[in-house]
């Protein structure tokens, strides 16, 4: 899926660029902000364009991927503590168990028995 997504997108890449080199003579005014840019050629706008939108791409990509990592870590941490609380409950023998409900009833009956 992530290859077929690349080709379709380097296939529009391409097909930009080649209508734009043959607008190639073509001059441009471009206002960016409060700028005013006068006889640019318009290939050159959009390579430049093209650039600086794969720049932001890229970066808002990796500000993702940095929180990404981030979450999963403290999954895993979170899964091993866990785990060890699981291999603690495990191990727990029954007897404690057994003694422990044993002792629950035993202080029900005597709150029965007061009232």
């Known amino acids: 899926m992530t290859f077929l997504v690349a080709l379709i997108s380097g296939i529009i890449i391409i097909i930009g660029i080649i209508i734009?080199?043959?607008n190639?003579?073509?001059l441009v005014t471009f206002y960016?902000?409060?700028w005013r840019f006068e006889d640019i050629s318009l290939t050159l706008l959009?390579?430049?364009s093209l650039l600086g939108g794969i720049v932001i791409a890229?970066?808002?990509a990796g500000i993702n991927q940095i929180k990404l990592r981030l979450q999963m870590h403290s999954l895993?941490?979170?899964n091993k503590s866990l785990g060890k609380e699981i291999k603690a409950l495990?191990?727990?023998p029954f007897e404690e168990e057994e003694e422990?409900?044993?002792e629950i009833v035993e202080k029900e009956e005597k709150e029965e028995a007061l009232e």
């Open 100 to 102: 422990r409900e044993e």
């Open 90 to 92: 495990k191990n727990m």
């Open 32 to 34: 960016l902000l409060k």
């Open 24 to 26: 190639g003579n073509t």
């Open 58 to 60: 890229v970066i808002i």
């Open 46 to 48: 959009l390579i430049e």
């Open 20 to 22: 734009g080199t043959q």
């Open 76 to 78: 895993i941490k979170e």
